[in-house]
């Protein structure tokens, strides 16, 4: 197999969940048809091929000049690219979050608890509302929008994360290392942000939301760049607008 083809993928409409875990690569664009899911990059390197090949009931071709199709495991052409409203899979790939949280939840053996605390650090993080959200960025200028990312459980609430966040109704947080808790509070026994984030396996762009109701994981690749565009897909995803 040539390296650094172009390519396509085609993967059924049931198991679009998947194209989540390739939201963040770059170049790749995807387009909806009927029943079906297509993908295409200009560049299979083979990393990228292990990757493609982990989706579900996938099929994976190499692109030939004239948009012909060629099965990667065949020599013979197969079909020709479909004509299809391609978009960048970012803009087109909203992650939402499962509406009982927004991710798995962490454990400790050592319990650590949260604890009021009278030291003062600035709101960086806001559950909200999408719409109110929304509303919000519609008129924001796209600088304010730059320093910001979010993102979205499927009912609709919404969390925020830069600096300075929206002058906006809701719960306010604070972030640390990716530690995040309410205003006003902190734990104990107290530990470094960046050792907590260690102790909980925090990767990078991670964060540990953190409430008296427990500690939830969202992870960086649940989170959106604020681009009008990903705000517009993620309205679209929750009311089903095409």
């Known amino acids: 197999m040539p390296n650094n083809s172009a390519w396509a993928a085609r993967i059924p409409d049931c198991a679009a969940s998947a194209l989540g875990r390739l939201r963040l690569l770059k170049g790749i664009e995807v387009a909806q048809s009927e029943n079906e899911w297509w993908l295409r990059g200009p560049a299979l390197t083979g990393e990228l091929e292990l990757l493609l090949r982990t989706l579900p009931d996938g099929e994976l071709f190499l692109v030939l000049n004239d948009g012909q199709l060629v099965p990667i495991d065949r020599r013979v052409p197969d079909g020709v690219l479909p004509q299809l409203r391609w978009r960048l899979i970012r803009d087109a790939i909203s992650p939402t979050l499962p509406t009982s949280g927004f991710a798995g939840r962490l454990t400790d053996k050592t319990p650590i608890k949260l604890v009021h605390s009278h030291e003062e650090r600035p709101a960086n993080v806001l559950v909200v509302s999408f719409f109110e959200f929304q509303a919000w960025a519609d008129n924001a200028p796209a600088i304010r929008l730059q320093r910001l990312r979010f993102a979205t459980r499927h009912d609709g609430n919404t969390i925020i994360h830069g600096e300075p966040i929206p002058s906006l109704e809701g719960n306010r947080f604070t972030e640390q290392s990716g530690i995040v808790v309410p205003l006003?509070?902190?734990?104990?026994?107290?530990?470094?942000?960046?050792?907590?984030?260690?102790?909980?396996?925090?990767?990078?762009?991670?964060?540990?939301?953190?409430?008296?109701?427990?500690?939830?994981r969202i992870t960086a690749d649940q989170f959106v760049a604020c681009h009008r565009s990903s705000i517009l897909a993620t309205s679209r995803s929750l009311t089903g607008a095409s």
């Open 184 to 216: 006003g509070m902190s734990w104990s026994p107290f530990l470094a942000p960046d050792q907590l984030a260690k102790r909980w396996r925090l990767d990078k762009g991670d964060i540990a939301l953190w409430t008296e109701a427990g500690r939830e």
